[in-house]
């Protein structure tokens, strides 16, 4: 009887502070990574880093085309041998950049899902605080959900107690990248 009352007392409580009761809680995992204070700073960092690239990748893009044409003008003045082995070392130059700034570009889509794979790790203690509280025994992604009522969704609150509980994430991935 006394266990039983204990029991009734979670879902009560978890209802007077309007979370839902429910076996199943559903999430909107990229509006909880992009709405959260770490996904925009993250999202923040990488689009500046993006732009730095692509103002790069003009900058290289513009030497290059003045190299080609220089190359061009001169070809006609040119044993037919020699301009052949200026034009392939050109050519190599353009692809070696090219695979510079692939690379680049690779690294800033690893660097964003490194992000939110440190990002969902730091939010898993709040997200199983949510399940404990609601009394739920698993969160599955919204999308994946055929129908289901609204009062499941906790992506919400699930953003908003992230967010005091991690903020932007800064000192966690300050101190990641020390490792």
Do not use: C, W
């Amino acid at each position: 009887m006394i266990a039983g009352l204990l029991y009734a007392i979670g879902p009560v409580r978890a209802q007077q502070l309007g979370l839902p009761q429910s076996a199943i809680l559903t999430i909107e995992a990229d509006r909880l990574f992009s709405q959260s204070a770490f996904g925009k700073r993250t999202a923040n960092e990488i689009e500046a880093d993006s732009a730095v690239l692509a103002a790069e990748n003009r900058r290289i893009e513009a030497e290059l085309m003045a190299e080609e044409q220089k190359l061009t003008a001169r070809r006609s003045e040119m044993d037919p041998e020699a301009f052949r082995t200026l034009a392939d070392a050109f050519d190599e130059k353009v692809q070696s950049f090219r695979r510079t700034q692939d690379s680049k570009t690779h690294a800033l889509s690893q660097r964003a899902d490194k992000a939110r794979v440190e990002f969902l790790r730091a939010a898993r203690p709040v997200l199983e605080a949510l399940m404990r509280e609601t009394g739920a025994g698993v969160i599955m992604e919204r999308s994946s959900v055929f129908l289901s009522s609204n009062a499941t969704d906790i992506t919400d609150l699930a953003i908003s107690r992230i967010d005091a509980a991690i903020g932007d994430g800064k000192t966690t991935s300050g101190n990641d990248a020390d490792q």
